[in-house]
Structure formats: C-alpha cells, structure tokens
Nanobody, 116 residues
Framework: QVQLVESGGGLVQPGGSLRLSCAAS????????MAWYRQVPGKPREWAAL???????NYKDSVKGRFTISRDNAKNNLYLQMSSLKPEDTAVYYC??????????WGQGTQVTVSS
C-alpha cells in the first residue's frame, strides 16, 4: 500500500528558507525517479524538482538555484531544501514518483506560505 507523508511546511518571510520532508512507502522508492510537486488553488499541479535513483537532479527554471532536492534511499525519504523563497512559491507541496497523475495516490501535502 502506497503511503506518502509530507511535512515541514509553514509560514516564512520572503527570502527565508524551509526544508520539506517526505516519508514514502509502498512505492518502490529506491528505484523510482522521485519529484516534488506544487499546486496553487485553481491551477494544475506542477513538478518543481526531480531526482533520479542515483542522485541526478533537475529543476524547473523558476526554482533553479534556490531549491535543492535530495533523497535517502536507506530511509525511503525525500527532501526539498528551499531558500530565497518568494511569494510565488506559496503552494501546497507534494512528493510522488515523477510522472504521477491525478489517478495516482497522493499524500495530504504540506502548505508553504511565503508572506511578510
């Protein structure tokens, strides 16, 4: 059974930092390309960062240089270190395998709000 539990969100001022965590199970984590997605109300969920099983990464242009995705395959954990946060980063953040659709299981997500 798939379980994805995101945590670490919160309210932060512009320019601040947050570290998100995701505990995954039942998803073949170690061999999966994993990603962090984000969604704002009224817009489709979009991927923000992805990481291959071996550690190679890729980022959306809007977060490149500010976000760092990492993984711990021994613990089935995924992380997203976010710095220099902007108001437009405000969203609910989710983790899942890269390519997940609305028909796949999704966790509850974690809310990130960037505001002064």
């Amino acid at each position: 059974q798939v379980q994805l539990v995101e945590s670490g969100g919160g309210l932060v001022q512009p320019g601040g930092s947050l570290r998100l965590s995701c505990a995954a199970s039942g998803i073949g984590f170690r061999i999966s390309v994993m990603a962090w997605y984000r969604q704002v109300p009224g817009k489709p969920r979009e991927w923000a960062a992805l990481i291959m099983s071996g550690g190679s990464t890729n980022y959306k242009d809007s977060v490149k240089g500010r976000f760092t995705i990492s993984r711990d395959n021994a613990k089935n954990n995924l992380y997203l270190q976010m710095s220099s946060l902007k108001p437009e980063d405000t969203a609910v953040y989710y983790c899942n395998h890269f390519g997940a659709t609305d028909d796949d299981y999704w966790g509850q997500g974690t809310q990130v709000t960037v505001s002064s």
